[in-house]
């Protein structure tokens, strides 16, 4: 059982170089063993090209050893037609004899249906080895199938005696609260997640552009509410860098139910995941009414006079740690 764990832990961890790149596919990753020696790897292309298992099939020199090798991998392989071939048949087809996978895919396309297949075609397969941590690693994706919106992730940064902004400003534009590092970090997190919101306050308080600049990788679709529509295309969260969502009241009520309706309205629009980086009444709204996942906050090494307090919430604190001159804590909702 040791070395399972071992195989599909380096699963997991080639699985990530998809973050950001393979939605709304999930981020597999694949290892295929013969003789305690690796001698395939993969995980999924961006989103139209290879599954993980095809890339790590085809990574394998001596196609001979399939025949008596083990293959590794985080979720179940598909068993139905999408934009490639299914992977159950591809595994089949190659008589890989032992499968080993980490987590069910529930997916009613799959949910069971590739490891049905696999058995039936005679294939040895064990389910669950660091069952927790895959479904971990796939968050996004099970939160995405089984709750029908995205995973959310709440942002902000707070001074050292709890105020998110100062009362007054001079330009418009963001005070900031952290230093250079932590902010390379925040837009490394955008290049990971498919979408990024903000209230019409930040956007007038602040006039963000929301792309990626201090890392490389892809922008987030920018979502903006906009109830009254007062926002000119002037703001920079309107330029050609990238997609802008606006939610307005033709497209929802603000008066009840806000932070559901506006996942109902990003689930409509195939949206796997997104951060939610304010203002503080958009962030309180998705607090209130319990629809977020994981809370990001940074307290800065400074203090504002008097300004916009912090949002009030409660969870489970996963990780913390020390950026420079700021503290990073990083919260699950339990």
């Not at 399972?4 to 080639?14: A, S």
């Not at 100062?166 to 005070?175: H, I, N, S, W, Y």
């Not at 552009?209 to 703001?235: A, C, M, Q, Y």
Request: charged share 25%; net charge positive; proline share 4%.
């Amino acid at each position: 059982m040791t070395h399972h764990k071992t195989y599909i832990k380096r699963c997991i961890e080639i699985a990530k170089n998809g973050l950001g790149s393979v939605r709304p596919n999930p981020m597999v990753g694949c290892v295929i063993v013969h003789k305690d020696n690796i001698i395939g790897e993969g995980y999924t292309s961006s989103y139209g090209g290879n599954h993980a298992e095809v890339n790590a099939i085809n990574s394998v020199t001596d196609k001979t050893l399939l025949k008596k090798a083990t293959i590794y991998v985080t979720l179940e392989p598909c068993s139905h037609f999408g934009k490639t071939p299914p992977c159950s048949d591809l595994i089949i087809r190659h008589k890989i004899p032992n499968v080993v996978i980490g987590c069910i895919d529930d997916n009613v396309k799959v949910a069971g249906k590739g490891i049905k297949k696999l058995k039936e075609a005679g294939c040895h397969v064990i389910v669950g080895i660091l069952e927790e941590v895959c479904k971990d690693h796939h968050k996004r994706f099970f939160t995405f199938h089984n709750k029908k919106r995205p995973y959310i992730i709440l942002k902000w940064a707070e001074t050292k005696n709890g105020f998110i902004a100062p009362k007054k400003k001079k330009e418009q534009k963001p005070v900031w609260i952290t230093n250079t590092y932590s902010r390379q970090l925040v837009h490394k997190w955008r290049s990971e997640e498919q979408a990024i919101l903000v209230g019409t306050n930040t956007v007038l308080q602040d006039n963000p552009t929301l792309t990626v600049r201090s890392w490389k990788g892809n922008h987030p679709i920018r979502v903006v509410l906009d109830k009254d529509l007062k926002l000119s295309k002037e703001f920079s969260i309107f330029n050609n860098d990238a997609k802008t969502i606006v939610i307005s009241e033709s497209a929802i009520d603000f008066s009840k139910h806000l932070s559901q309706q506006i996942c109902d309205v990003l689930y409509k629009n195939d949206i796997t995941s997104i951060i939610i980086e304010g203002g503080q009444k958009t962030l309180q709204t998705f607090i209130d009414e319990n629809l977020w996942d994981e809370a990001r906050i940074f307290t800065g090494n400074n203090e504002f006079n008097e300004g916009l307090k912090a949002p009030e919430f409660s969870g489970k604190l996963i990780s913390e740690e020390k950026i420079m001159t700021d503290i990073l804590k990083i919260y699950k909702n339990d």
